[in-house]
């Protein structure tokens, strides 16, 4: 199925201490390129979140943001013992040496920036992992969901701008045919003017030579055949943009060939309205994956 490489993704997840929530945001790039926002202590995560998404998407700027609502972290008391009991065994020695007859200020010691502290930890959730990359996938299936619903609609955008093609390309052959007719009537109006005697041969041998020149009977039907490969290319279901950005470049050189042959007035329109309806294409084309 054909996709676009806009799209927006979400997904949440529930986990210890919080909610979960990603969110994916797409725009169209030549190549596959994800960056990925993320709490700094979650930084070890980015590669396996980076495989999901590029498993399900082959092109486009993808953005993932990875947000906590609510406290992932807890507060704890850390107590430094071994500092203790070195402030303990130095009271018990200062004691011995000296009339001391004070007991152990313990509570005192606590107060120490030195002895006691608040660490903050993330909170222990065996399933952080896995709920981590479920969330992702959701918000990746999501946002490819999205990039379909939008590339039916492109596909029939390029149908409707390739039967217009056609149908210009189509009229082009009719003018075409009539290459030669019009080079012996312009040859023989030009004799007229000039006051020469008619050689019928030699407007013929003239006409058919000119004309030869300006056959683009073969553009015509390579541009038949490419319109026919660009209908195959939308029916398939792989990534399809490079393709029919190919297929698109090859039109393009053919009306451009025609353009420079075109002698009759018709012909120089419908190249124009040609290059009119190809360049609408490209600008969807640009969009798809």
């Known amino acids: 199925m054909m996709r676009s490489m806009t799209g927006y993704g979400h ?23 994800v960056s990925i926002r993320i709490p700094k202590e979650w ?16 092109r486009g700027k993808v953005d993932v943001f990875v947000r906590i609502d609510g406290s992932y972290k807890t507060s704890q008391l850390a107590i430094n013992q071994q500092l203790i ?5 130095a009271f018990n020695e200062l004691k011995g040496n000296y009339a001391v007859t004070d007991t152990f200020p313990l509570a005192q010691i606590l107060l120490s920036d030195q002895v006691t502290s608040i660490e903050e930890r993330e909170i222990d959730d065996p399933e952080l992992t896995d709920k981590l990359l479920a969330c992702v996938s959701k918000a990746t299936l999501d946002l490819v969901t999205m990039r379909e619903n939008e590339g039916q609609e492109l596909s029939a955008v390029l149908k409707t ?45 003239e006409a058919a030579l000119y004309a030869e020149k300006a056959d683009v009977t073969e553009e015509i039907t390579r541009i038949d055949s490419h319109l026919v490969q660009f209908d ?10 490079r ?9 393009n050189r053919e009306v451009n060939t025609i353009g420079s042959k075109a002698s009759v007035k018709e ?12 360049e609408k294409l490209r600008e969807q084309i640009q969009n798809i994956e």
């Open 232 to 241: 195959e290319i939308i029916q398939s279901d792989e990534p399809i943009g």
């Open 11 to 33: 997904a949440e997840e529930i986990i210890a201490g919080g909610r979960l929530a990603v969110e994916l945001k797409s725009v169209n790039h030549r190549f596959l390129e």
């Open 85 to 89: 009991d070195q402030f303990e065994e």
């Open 243 to 251: 393709k029919l950005d190919f297929v698109l470049q090859e039109l």
């Open 43 to 58: 930084n070890r995560f980015e590669s396996a979140i980076r495989k999901v998404v590029s498993t399900n998407v082959s």
């Open 161 to 205: 701008g390739a039967t217009r093609v056609k149908a210009l390309n189509r009229e082009l052959h009719t003018y075409a045919d009539d290459v030669h007719r019009h080079y012996t009537d312009k040859i023989i109006k030009r004799m007229r003017a000039i006051g020469s005697d008619i050689d019928e041969s030699r407007i013929l041998q």
């Open 267 to 278: 012909m120089s329109k419908l190249v124009v309205d040609m290059k009119a309806e190809l």
